[in-house]
Every structure is written in C-alpha cells, then in structure tokens.
C-alpha cells in the first residue's frame, strides 16, 4: 500500500487524557505503544485534539462531564510530550466534540485513502465517535482500531465500544 493510499490516525493523546484532570493509569500504559506504532508507520500519520474554551463548564458536554480537561493554550490541551516529535509532520485536526467532522470530510474527500486506523483516548468516548463517523462518510473504506493501545474512561467501557465497533464492521486489533 502506497504512502497516501493508508493513514494512520492518534485520537487525543493529550495530556488531561494522560496525566492531568482525565487521566487514567490505562492511558499511561498505552503511551510506549503508541510511539512504536507512529515510528512504523509507512503510510501517512493525522491526530486529533479535543479542544475547549473557558466556557466549557457551561456547555452541553460540560454539564455532563462538569471536569475542565484540553482547553486550549493550557499545558493540558497539548499532546504529550512523547508524541511531540513524532507527531511533529502530521495533520493535526482540533475537535470541539467527540467526533472531528473536519477529519470525516478530509478522508471523504481524499478518495485515495483507501485504509484508515485508529488508536488513542478514550475508546469509549472519542476513538469510537471518530471510528464510526469516518465508516459512515466512506462506508466500504476498511477502517480499523487498534485496541492494544487504546484506552478508555474504564476497562469495561474499553472493551463495551470495542465489540460495539466491531458489530459496526470496524476491523479491531485486541
């Protein structure tokens, strides 16, 4: 598979997703196999960030999820430093919610791509919003999750949205 035929996507791997206000013990786990899958990767290589505003407390999802976590321009919003460098060439795509809608429309509207894989935090949240929204803007694309270094808000919820993209034809690695 050519270069730009395959690409290889890092959801949210960020610091509150790592170390700070949402960090979680699964996620610290995941890091050195996230910086060896980057470093392989023959193929073209994007991530996302989980971006807020101040406002975030008053928000829909902060209402539900009333923690302040990736506002941007704080130390929190920014990747974690291992990623730094590896992720130094990529395209990065901001979100303001679970899914990027930009993402989606950048694989639909790059018809080469004919694989996309994803891995990063939280399964449950991002990783599975992201996952089915680019199966629905391209539904015969092969998309695929690399469960062994993803990670969710707990081990059950991992292993819950992992079947549940499964079921959605999402090719999973565990």
């Known amino acids: ?14 610091n509150d997703f790592v170390t700070g206000s949402l960090g979680t013990e699964e996620a610290k786990r995941i ?10 990767e023959k193929g073209s290589v994007a991530y996302t960030l989980d971006t807020h505003f101040e406002d975030y407390l008053s ?12 506002i941007k321009g704080s130390e929190g919003h920014k990747l974690i430093p291992e990623l730094r460098s590896p ?21 639909r509207d790059n018809p080469q791509i004919r694989e ?7 399964t449950d949240i991002c990783v599975v919003s992201n996952a089915l ?3 629905a803007m391209r539904p ?9 270094i993803s990670a969710g808000t707990t081990v059950e919820k991992h292993n819950a949205a992992l079947d549940t993209m499964e079921s ?7």
């Open 168 to 174: 959605c034809q999402i090719v999973v690695t565990r």
């Open 87 to 107: 992720l130094k060439d990529a395209k990065s795509f901001e979100k303001h919610t679970f899914g990027s809608v930009e993402l989606a429309e950048y694989i």
């Open 59 to 70: 928000t829909s999802e902060g209402l539900s999820l009333p923690v302040e976590h990736c």
């Open 133 to 135: 929204m680019i199966k």
């Open 1 to 14: 598979m050519k270069q730009n035929e395959r690409l290889l996507v890092v959801v949210d791997m960020q």
């Open 140 to 148: 015969e694309l092969v998309v695929k999750v690399d469960g062994r």
């Open 116 to 122: 996309v894989e994803l891995f990063g935090l939280c």
């Open 31 to 40: 890091i050195d196999g996230a910086v060896a899958k980057i470093n392989a």
